[in-house]
């Protein structure tokens, strides 16, 4: 017996007739008969009463839908419970991080279906897990827990962007710590790696003018107006441009570089291993 037979004889019993339920199903109506002849046979009885236009549910029949209305409402949450668990739910701790790998990783694996959220309190990290809120979780901390393992995903570095005709532009490496006063404008948000870069323009702030924001549209404003350096990352100029005619210069300061962790369930080993294989492979090339 096999769940299309059950479907098929549900079909039957909803339209009354082999042609409408062939016609709905898109099978022919003598496959259908014989598909219905067979689970007749593998059930020892007959389950319609056959006129001439029409078949009606015999007694038998009636016993037999109600069980294949149980049969296939259960194979649907079953399927429906796998699916939803196949999902691969991630969190991050930063958006330039999932910015640039969510996308990535999905182009390399087009089956994949993934969910992706931010989360702003690393200590949390453990308990999410745990409580398998996220099959895993891209960080700046590494937890502590004997059942969650870690490996390396991606790693992150701010960089200095400048107007091209600025005399930086032409520079191999630029630290900030050792410049005569620039004028910055610095888009941030939330972040472990966007704290991280607030602490070290806190270090900054009696040396150059720098101009933060949370609005990115009155930002570029600011940037395309003014053409003042700003700062960007490794990762977000992978999918964000501040503008044109802009030339991208390493920092050689210290606290400008971070290594992402990818932190997971041993349990969930074999399902976050595609993402881990991926960013293997993306550190290898990068």
Not at 48 to 53: A, I, L, S, T, V
Request: hydrophobic share 40%.
């Amino acid at each position: 017996m096999e769940l299309a037979q059950l479907k098929y004889f549900k079909t039957i019993a909803e339209h009354g007739t082999m042609s409408r339920a062939a016609g709905v199903l898109h099978v022919s109506q003598p496959a259908l008969s014989a598909s219905m002849k067979k689970l007749e046979d593998e059930l020892g009885v007959n389950l319609f009463d056959r006129g001439k236009n029409s078949v009606v549910l015999n007694e038998n029949g009636r016993a037999v839908l109600a069980y294949a209305e149980k049969i296939l409402t259960l194979a649907d949450e079953m399927r429906d419970g796998f699916r939803q668990n196949a999902v691969l739910k991630l969190g991050f701790c930063d958006p330039g991080a999932m910015r640039f790998a969510v996308p990535l990783f999905q182009k390399a694996h087009p089956d994949a279906a993934v969910t992706s959220e931010l989360i702003f309190d690393e200590r949390e990290i453990e308990n999410l897990l745990l409580s398998r809120r996220y099959d895993a979780v891209v960080s700046l901390r590494r937890p502590e827990n004997a059942a969650i393992e870690t490996v390396p995903f991606v790693d992150e570095e701010l960089m200095l962007s400048v107007d091209a005709n600025d005399p930086l532009a032409r520079r191999d490496g630029v630290c900030l710590a050792n410049e005569p006063p620039l004028k910055m404008a610095v888009y941030c948000g939330r972040g472990a790696f966007i704290d991280q870069t607030k602490a070290f323009l806190d270090t900054l702030k009696n040396r150059h003018d720098i101009r933060m924001f949370d609005d990115y549209f009155v930002f570029r404003q600011l940037l395309d107006g003014e053409k003042r350096a700003t700062l960007t990352t490794k990762l977000v100029r992978q999918y964000r441009n501040d503008g044109a005619g802009r030339v991208i210069v390493p920092l050689t300061d210290d606290g400008v570089k971070a290594d992402y962790i990818l932190s997971y369930l041993v349990e969930n080993k074999r399902k976050v291993k595609p993402l881990a294989d991926w960013a293997a492979s993306i550190s290898t090339r990068r």
